[in-house]
């Protein structure tokens, strides 16, 4: 059974830096992409940032140029290293990995806080 388990948020003032990191049970070679996802009170969750297996990385248009996705296959573990984080980034981020064969299948952390105060 995989486990994805994340750690690093919490609160920080506008301007500040977080790194978050997602620990997965198996090797990230496993998954086709690993990826934050963020959800704020009465938004829907929105796709920060991914990583393929091949090491090809997106970032939502809202982070680019403040966060960057990154992982070390070693530790099986992928980050979020969050810079200039604004109010805005408030919001709970999950990791996702996701297994793509004949269907797609996602897995997800519990999720962590990020408090951004102004």
């Known amino acids: 059974q995989v486990r994805l388990v994340e750690s690093g948020g919490g609160l920080v003032q506008a301007g500040g830096s977080l790194r978050l990191s997602c620990a997965a049970s198996e090797s990230i070679f496993s998954f086709n992409f690993m990826g934050w996802y963020r959800q704020a009170p009465g938004k829907q969750r929105e796709l920060v940032a991914r990583?393929?297996?091949?090491?090809?990385?997106y970032h939502a248009d809202s982070v680019k140029g403040r966060f960057t996705i990154s992982r070390d296959n070693t530790k099986k573990t992928v980050y979020l290293q969050m810079n200039s984080l604004k109010s805005e980034d408030t919001a709970v981020y999950s990791c996702?990995?996701?297994?793509?064969?004949?269907?797609?299948?996602?897995?997800w952390g519990q999720g962590t806080q990020v408090t951004v105060s102004s």
């Open positions: 990583i393929s297996a091949s090491g090809v990385t």
């Open positions: 996702n990995a996701q297994k793509i064969n004949i269907r797609v299948k996602d897995f």
